[in-house]
């Protein structure tokens, strides 16, 4: 099976490279980069006008399966991300029951194999069931074939047990994902703090991530684990980050989309598809947040897709669930809100959501090279058109991006030289 992809712009951080060049797939591996390739194919791709780039992966993403079906799963998670460009995800453990046995690993990537049409790494809990009081036995997870641990949807509160839990992925070499928030400061908010005091709701303090950054820094620093910092949203914990990083720590962050398109200005108790965790936060996190993908501190972009069911979501804002989905949205809003804006080239954007998390996690994918598998991306970055959440993939629909005019669509997502997506 040969795949000819014809006048398309390879955009390839690796190599700094952006340039109008061809690309020729053989099965499933790169063959060819060159000008004017010139051979009997299977199938030709004109990409004139297109950016042709490494399949893009997104480290933060909620399948919800096993257990919460009737949100999202493995199989529509996959087609959402094919549809959003990305042909790798990494699967939150916090499903029902919490990914957090090697067995239920192996149920995962089984099921994975057999119904999702892009890659899928599952990443395991820290604690069993999630509950934060005993770790789980993370080396036989990582024999079962995880790519990190993160306790997402929580933060481990006893500092002791992520503590151990950050020696053994030391040892093993796997990246813990940290979603940063002190319960006890938190409590029962349910959007930022400023907001919520116009109002009149219980409100998030935006102290309660930065303490938890600030804590899980200097974990990562006693134990020389790879901290990653999931969503990270306000400027102080920016500051820690960045000093973090001014210091040769290990770490690293992602950001989400809607924390860089948003403002708590955005809330309204009627639009529950404005309640997410992270909440949104104020103007100047937002442009802190900026700041940080434009120098770097951020490097990568992810999208914690997180599905839920229309009726969940219709509970009003203090009983509604947090999050919304994210895979169908993220190019255009980052080519929208980021390069049209100059805040980030093309090839920064793009570096951000293939090259760097496939760095962070360690593994040989997010370049386009001779012999490399082929997973690939081809966008029209000039195409203009409304958000329709009616036309996703996924099996849930909340997004408050409806109708939103954007820039820039997915016209193909190629999976081990096979096209999942066009």
């Avoid at 119904?115 to 604690?127: D, F, M, Y």
Wanted: aromatic content about 2%; glycine content about 8%; overall charge negative.
């Amino acid at each position: 099976m040969k795949l000819l992809i014809k006048n398309g712009t390879i955009i390839n951080p690796k190599e700094d490279l952006v340039k109008k060049l061809d690309l020729l797939i053989e099965d499933d591996v790169i063959v060819k980069i060159q000008e004017d390739i010139t051979c009997e194919a299977d199938e030709i791709i004109d990409a004139e006008g297109l950016w042709v780039t490494p399949g893009l992966i997104d480290v933060h993403v909620h399948l919800r399966e096993p257990g919460y079906e009737h949100k999202e799963t493995i199989a529509t998670g996959s087609k959402s991300a094919a549809a959003g460009g990305f042909t790798t995800i990494c699967a939150m453990p916090n499903t029902n029951p919490a990914i957090d046995t090697k067995e239920l690993v192996e149920m995962v990537k089984q099921k994975a194999e057999n119904e999702a049409v892009v890659n899928v790494l599952p990443i395991g809990a820290i604690t069993l069931g999630q509950n934060g009081e005993q770790l789980v036995d993370i080396e036989a997870m990582s024999k079962a074939g995880i790519c990190a641990i993160s306790e997402d949807g929580k933060s481990v509160m006893d500092a002791k047990i992520l503590n151990d839990a950050m020696i053994q992925a030391e040892k093993l070499n796997i990246p813990v994902l940290s979603h940063c928030e002190d319960a006890n400061l938190a409590k029962t908010g349910i959007m930022n703090e400023g907001i919520a005091n116009k109002l009149g709701v219980e409100g998030i303090p935006p102290e309660s991530e930065d303490i938890i950054v600030s804590r899980d820094i200097i974990l990562a620093g006693r134990t020389g684990a790879r901290l990653h910092i999931c969503h990270i949203s306000t400027k102080e914990s920016i500051d820690f980050l960045r000093n973090a990083k001014e210091s040769g720590l290990n770490v690293s962050a992602e950001v989400c989309p809607h924390h860089y398109t948003l403002t708590e200005e955005d809330v309204t108790i009627e639009n529950t598809n404005t309640k997410m965790n992270p909440p949104l936060r104020s103007k100047k996190d937002v442009e802190a947040v900026k700041e940080a993908l434009r120098d770097g501190v951020i490097e990568i972009i992810a999208t914690d897709h997180a599905p839920h069911h229309i009726d969940e979501k219709n509970r009003g804002y203090e009983k509604a669930p947090n999050g919304i989905v994210g895979l169908e949205t993220a190019v255009a809003l980052g080519i929208t809100e980021l390069v049209e804006t100059e805040i980030l080239t093309p090839l920064q954007l793009i570096r951000k959501m293939s090259y760097n998390p496939a760095k962070m996690l360690g593994i040989d994918k997010g370049t386009l090279e001779i012999g490399k598998i082929a997973d690939i991306t081809i966008i029209n970055p000039t195409e203009e058109y409304e958000i329709d959440v009616n036309r996703f993939h996924s099996k849930s629909k909340n997004s408050p991006f409806h109708g939103k005019h954007v820039k820039g669509k997915v016209k193909y997502t190629i999976v081990n030289g096979k096209v999942v997506f066009k």
